[in-house]
């Protein structure tokens, strides 16, 4: 057989050997979230009257220390990205503290100060969203795009915001020759970094990512959570990483959040939500993730039924009517917020005396040519 | 007997601008009771030759060669043959051959109820009366598992959930009883838990009808879980095809292998970095000369070091047989017997 050749240069330029790991936990709370509230009112009829609401967010504490990855997790409607815009203050919480760590090192409750207080804040916690195609301007260069949260913080001179864009896209493995394009001509995973170029910008401690990798190709991805990996280790980051892919969560988080029908209903470090959940909804969620092998096929059994309605919740525990263990009490009493070993809070009347099923954490497929 | 005979489908696209060679010589059959899972990336063509079956593929989109034989009363008929828009295709599409489509949203009429349009599938196949076809269309809903089908019927979708939606659109994929639903991403716009009670319902739904299954998708979790034969596409070519077990056990083409290894699984070491492959999708008019992966190839071999000249950058490669039922489009594999190239080996 032949001799094996390099592969052609690429559009992405080679990648320097990864960082030192340096110690990413510092044990200092950057951001503590209390009884977090979000209630949208529904209202009917020619007078507008109140006549409900939509529980979005109920009731959701959690702490992210700093230099972190926590991940919230959950099905479409259970709250997590109405949380993660409460905390970036882009819809004004009902009730609950979001106290979040400057930079100076105060305290300052995000939930409840002043818009131009808030100002300030802003360049502290940043976000990277969904879609790369519609959340870049697309008559905006590259240059405008990342250069524009300098430009509105005070950068005024266009050098230094030419070296400061120079700098970002490099840091997100992009040509800085290429900043006098516009978003089309960059693929959606170039297109991805871009984004995150623009929300590293201003320097960030908090980065909230909302579905960061799901509209991408599964090899791209890849290289976008590579990346994203890297950017904390390097900066010093902390994510909120909003997510329904559990094994993107698996991959990238520290800590997990799993909500359902806008309440947390288990929160514990990586490790043990995956190896031994203690919410019946978690294992219900790890047991439902296709594995890529089939010779684990046929192990799961689908979880019945639909998420409940968050405006009309059940009574009880929220879970109840789809869950396998339900008893006469998770009916009629609601579940308190529990810690049940150090660090792993569930909300479950069961989750003592309950053994689940997780995820064997061993390698089983190691796809490889032989 | 295969059900459905794809032989070097070519499905073009042609504009001022140039031609999309969207599929580009896609070969493979479907037989009666199986799946046939079909994976790949954005611009892998694989939607492209579901649409190209079915014919209903957009302008100018166009199939400029191949055939698509499906077997009828023991003979087969050519569906690239058809007029697209002939009484012919239209006794297929949707009759022998269901479709069901990623986006439930916008699959069913905002301004019908999920029961007339139904009805109207029903009655386009079959000849049944308006009680009939009702009656019929009950009996599919509960078929797919829709608790109180009779007022379900007279819902519209947007008052049915992501999942609900879906099961309808199954039911009125079936309302002929196909002997071949292709399923075009049926679960990607689903969650994980109504994803799984879908996959139940179509794998339960083929064992009963034993129907064959083509379903396209680009999660390998979904493919893992629930095909019999899988077909790997990239950039129009099929550049692996085999059973399911071997193309997650023992993949040939760098372009699988390299696949498998970039999913951030459940089962892996968490915060490692992955594996990935180098550059994106090239865009398709730019695309590579000869094997349409080498650019992103770890094992890319240049002229000079090919042993008979025949190099990637050049040479197209065909799809080879290394097995039983197992085939690869890659140069590595041109020798015979050789089932796994050395050089492949030391890379890893």
């Not at chain 1, 992405?12 to 977090?36: N, S, W, Y």
């Not at chain 1, 970036?88 to 106290?99: C, F, H, K, V, Y």
């Not at chain 2, 301004?111 to 109207?120: A, F, K, L, N, R």
Request: net charge positive; glycine share 8%.
């Amino acid at each position: 057989m032949s001799t094996i050749v390099t592969p052609p240069p690429t559009a992405v330029p080679p990648q320097p050997p990864a960082a030192p790991l340096r110690e990413r936990l510092t044990g200092q709370i950057l951001l503590d979230v209390k009884d977090l509230k979000k209630y949208f009112v529904i209202h009917r009829g020619f007078l507008r009257r109140t006549t409900g609401y939509v529980r979005a967010v109920d009731d959701v504490s959690f702490q992210i220390q700093e230099g972190e990855t926590l991940a919230l997790v959950g099905e479409t409607g259970c709250g997590k990205t109405t949380t993660s815009r409460c905390i970036l203050r882009a819809i004004d919480p009902t009730s609950g503290q979001i106290l979040f760590r400057t930079e100076s090192g105060k305290t300052v409750d995000v939930a409840t100060i002043s818009k131009r207080e808030l100002r300030p804040l802003r360049r502290q916690m940043q976000m990277i969203f969904q879609d790369p195609y519609s959340s870049l301007n697309p008559r905006m260069t590259v240059l405008d795009i990342i250069g524009e949260p300098l430009l509105v913080n005070g950068v005024k001179s266009r050098r230094e915001r030419i070296d400061r864009v120079e700098e970002l896209m490099r840091l997100v493995r992009l040509r800085p020759e290429y900043m006098r394009r516009f978003p089309h001509a960059f693929s959606g995973g170039q297109r991805q970094r871009i984004g995150i170029a623009r929300a590293l910008a201003l320097h960030p401690k908090l980065v909230v990512a909302d579905e960061p990798v799901s509209a991408l190709d599964v090899s791209v991805q890849a290289q976008t959570l590579n990346l994203l990996l890297e950017l904390q280790n390097t900066l010093g980051l902390t994510y909120l990483f909003v997510a329904h892919n559990l094994g993107v969560v698996k991959h990238i988080s520290d800590r997990v959040a799993v909500m359902y029908v806008g309440q947390i209903a288990e929160l514990a470090e990586r490790e043990a939500l995956f190896r031994s959940p203690k919410h019946p909804y978690t294992a219900a969620l790890l047991a439902s993730v296709p594995k890529p092998d089939p010779r684990l096929r046929g192990q799961r059994k689908p979880l019945p039924g639909e998420v409940a309605n968050p405006a009309a919740p059940p009574t009880g525990c929220y879970f109840h009517p789809r869950c396998a263990f339900a008893v006469e009490r998770c009916k009629v009493e609601r579940p308190a917020w529990e810690q049940i070993s150090p660090g792993h809070w569930v909300r479950c009347h069961r989750a003592r005396e309950l053994t689940l099923p997780g995820i064997e954490t061993s390698s089983t497929v190691a796809p490889a040519a032989n | 007997m295969p059900l459905l005979s794809v032989r070097d489908l070519r499905t073009y696209f042609v504009a001022d601008e140039g031609t999309t060679r969207a599929v580009d010589g896609a070969t493979f059959d479907l037989y009666a009771g199986k799946t046939l899972g079909i994976v790949g990336e954005t611009g892998c063509g694989k939607s492209v030759t579901a649409r190209s079956i079915l014919r209903i593929v957009e302008r100018p989109g166009r199939i400029v060669s191949g055939e698509i034989l499906l077997q009828r009363d023991g003979g087969y008929i050519d569906l690239a043959k058809l007029d697209p828009d002939g009484r012919e295709i239209r006794r297929v599409r949707g009759g022998e051959i269901g479709l069901v489509f990623q986006e439930p949203m916008t699959s069913f009429s905002p301004v019908h109820t999920v029961g007339d349009q139904v009805i109207e599938a029903i009655q386009l196949h079959r000849r049944l009366d308006k009680a009939r076809a009702r009656a019929r269309a009950i009996e599919l809903f509960r078929m797919v598992g829709i608790s109180r089908p009779e007022g379900r019927l007279d819902e519209y979708s947007w008052q049915l959930s992501g999942g609900l939606r879906q099961r309808a659109m199954i039911a009125m994929a079936l309302a002929a009883e196909p002997r071949l639903l292709i399923a075009d991403e049926p679960t990607t716009a689903l969650d994980v838990t109504t994803q799984a009670q879908i996959l139940e319902l179509l794998r339960d739904l083929q064992r009963k009808t034993h129907m064959a299954i083509m379903l396209i998708t680009h999660d390998l979790g979904v493919i893992a879980e629930m095909a019999d034969d899988v077909v790997v596409m990239y950039l129009g070519r099929v550049v692996e095809h085999g059973p399911v077990d071997q193309i997650f056990h023992a993949p040939k083409h760098p372009y699988t292998q390299a696949l498998l290894r970039s999913i951030p699984g459940i089962q892996h070491e968490a915060r490692v970095k992955l594996p990935t492959i180098s550059g994106s999708i090239p865009h398709p008019f730019a695309r590579p000369a000869g094997c349409p992966f080498h650019p992103r190839c770890a094992l890319v071999m240049a002229c000079a070091a090919a042993p008979d000249g025949v190099c990637c950058d050049h040479h197209e490669p065909e799809l080879i047989t290394v097995e039983e039922g197992h085939s690869v489009s890659c140069h590595l594999y041109r020798k015979k017997g050789a089932a796994v190239p050395l050089a492949l080996e030391s890379a890893r």
